[in-house]
């Protein structure tokens, strides 16, 4: 036996593999809230429609749909879904690197894979467009190696699908596609195929399933794109910028994990197109690992998980890698228990604060509560009927509209609306009374934001919130009197 094989069979290893680590996210879907993204997109894509402002429409249908499938937005529920798509994806990651490399290989890569929290984790079983992002990146990559030893049309159609339903996903699943463009360029065993029909008819595919979210944003002023270009706008030249990004990637990754793909990543461009597998997945890597930490030089805007479905392909490299390195049974189960007891951490604080005997002002963890006790405490004073609701910025109006569960609708009371924007319809609004939920806003705050826009804003008493383990929340509550104009 090498040193980083298992004793079972790859295959089985790998179903039990995909079976704890699917234990370990419904876990988590059914002990934490759903986060602020999450909830935004719950609450915002309730409505059907062929895009929408943040992303592509993958996620926005995925939740949708299981809501209406099952007549539940619970967040276990609304997260199924994106565990599955989990699940498949480690296969993917496995199956992949087994096509280029080996069985064990690929049964190392699907391990470090799911260690990791960036894809393991948030995009392994969070409501975030992430998920069918990776998976239909994978499906797409296995596709094309598949295709490009010449075994005919039906794999190049399946890599078109599935770079489609990537591009449905997310728009930086074109910077994958590229790299794709870019591998085959430069390696002399396949540069013939740009010769041949079948890559253009399967990005002409993709291009098709792609329409829907052009069509709308053509609709729309292209407001996706101005939106998401906008956050890479010139601001400062930072000099230590790519190193912030770069740190924080490895912080997403888990730096030992990180490290072990930029070096692998590194070989491989050394090594040059002469080992067309490595070469493959280093440009399926290198725009997204590259052009963030670029322009971190001079945006602040960039996050951190952007550039995962780079990292994505480097996993199979560090397969082969931990395959062959005697302490990786030891470091795999290091990092998975690290894993358990993050989440144990998170889970315990939830449920009896115990953050607060270090920081009495801190609580970290309302963000992962869902704020179900809103809908009982309005009611009880009557506040859900007679007035429309409106929230205060779109992240505080994601966590209350999904709270009240549609029912009233709840508008966001502010011009950064993202997806809310959408739904409001401010003319029927000029002239009314609005109730205002304003989490940690002061009557001073309401004033000088939105006074303008009202003929007077009238301060209630705030609701409290009961959460587990917390004396309570308090959320204020105002009424805006006579709504002036829409902000």
């Known amino acids: 036996m090498r040193p980083g094989e298992s004793r079972l069979a790859p295959g089985r290893a790998l179903l039990w593999l995909i079976l704890a680590a699917t234990a370990f996210r419904l876990v988590m879907a ?32 995925l939740s949708a749909g299981i809501a209406r499938l099952t007549g539940s937005e619970a967040a276990w529920v609304v997260r199924l879904p994106f565990i599955a798509l989990a699940a498949l994806s480690t296969w993917l990651t496995y199956q992949l690197t087994a096509l ?101 008819v399967a990005a002409l595919l993709a291009l098709f399933l792609f329409l829907p979210e052009l069509a709308w944003n053509a609709q729309h002023h292209w407001v996706s794109f101005a939106f998401q270009g906008g956050r890479a706008a010139t601001r400062r030249f930072r000099p230590f910028g790519p190193l912030a990004t770069l740190g924080g990637e490895a912080l997403f990754l888990l730096p030992w994990i990180w490290l072990g793909l930029i070096v692998n990543f590194l070989r491989g461009l050394r090594a040059g197109p002469s080992g067309w597998g490595p070469w493959l997945l280093c440009w399926l890597a290198f725009l997204p690992v590259t052009l963030f ?20 392909f480097l996993f199979p490299l560090l397969g082969v890698t931990l395959q062959s390195w005697r302490p990786a049974r030891a470091w795999a189960a290091a990092t998975a228990a690290l894993l358990c007891l993050a989440l144990l951490a998170t889970a315990t604080e939830l449920r009896w604060h115990w953050i607060a005997f270090f920081a009495p002002n801190a609580d970290p963890a309302l963000q992962a509560l869902d704020w179900m006790p809103l809908r009982p405490a309005l009611a009880a004073r009557g506040l859900l009927q007679g007035r429309p609701i409106a929230g205060p910025g779109w992240a505080d109006t994601g966590k209350i509209s999904y709270a009240l569960g549609g029912n009233p609708n709840v508008l ?15 003319a029927d609004l000029v002239g009314q009374d609005i109730l205002i939920v304003a989490p940690g806003l002061s009557s001073a705050q309401m004033q000088a ?20 383990g917390r004396s309570g929340v308090t959320i204020p509550l105002f009424v805006g009197h006579h709504l002036r104009r829409w902000p």
């Open 100 to 200: 280029l490399f080996s069985r064990p290989a690929g049964l190392w890569a699907a391990t470090a894979f799911t260690l990791s929290p960036v894809l393991g984790v948030t995009t392994g079983g969070w409501v975030l467009p992430d998920g069918p992002l990776v998976c239909a990146l994978l499906a797409a990559a296995c596709c094309l190696v598949q295709a490009l030893p010449g075994r005919g049309w039906g794999w190049w159609l399946g890599a078109g699908l599935c770079a489609g339903l990537a591009l449905m996903s997310k728009y930086t699943a074109g910077l994958v596609l590229a790299g794709a463009l870019v591998a085959i360029m430069t390696q002399p065993t396949h540069r013939h195929w740009l010769a041949r029909p079948q890559p253009y």
């Open 449 to 468: 934001r939105y006074g303008a826009i009202f003929d007077s804003i009238e301060t209630l008493a705030p609701v409290t919130l009961g959460f587990p």
């Open 30 to 61: 059914g002990t934490l809230g759903l986060g602020i993204d999450e909830s935004y997109v719950v609450a915002a894509g309730r409505d059907f429609h062929l895009g929408y402002f943040d992303h592509p429409p993958a996620v926005w249908w």
């Open 293 to 312: 930490a670029v322009i971190s030089f001079w945006s602040t805007g960039v996050l951190f998980h952007w550039a995962a479905p780079g990292y994505l």
């Open 412 to 426: 966001c009371l502010n011009t950064d609306d993202r997806e809310f924007g959408f739904g409001r319809t401010p």
